[in-house]
């Protein structure tokens, strides 16, 4: 998780990011139920580099050693 993100890792977290042990076959959405992000905050989702869209979460499955990254949307002019 980067930029103001990195407040809301689950503890046990270092710096900027926390390994997690999940169940053979678990989504991207099992992760995001174990990070809480509030209503107001967006952010963007990347798996291995690619970007994944909020309503395919439950459908993404995850295997071990995938990476996961948060961030806050750049803006910019």
Not at 11 to 40: C, E, K, W, Y
Not at 60 to 69: R, S
């Amino acid at each position: 998780m980067f930029g103001d993100l990195r407040q809301y890792l689950p503890a046990g977290s270092r710096f900027n990011h926390i390994d997690l042990d999940l169940a053979a076959g678990a989504s991207i959405l099992q992760v995001m139920q174990q990070v809480t992000l509030p209503d107001s905050k967006t952010w963007l989702l990347m798996l291995n580099g690619d970007l994944v869209h909020e309503p395919d979460y439950a459908q993404t499955a995850l295997k071990d050693g995938d990476e996961v990254v948060l961030f806050p949307p750049i803006k910019g002019g």
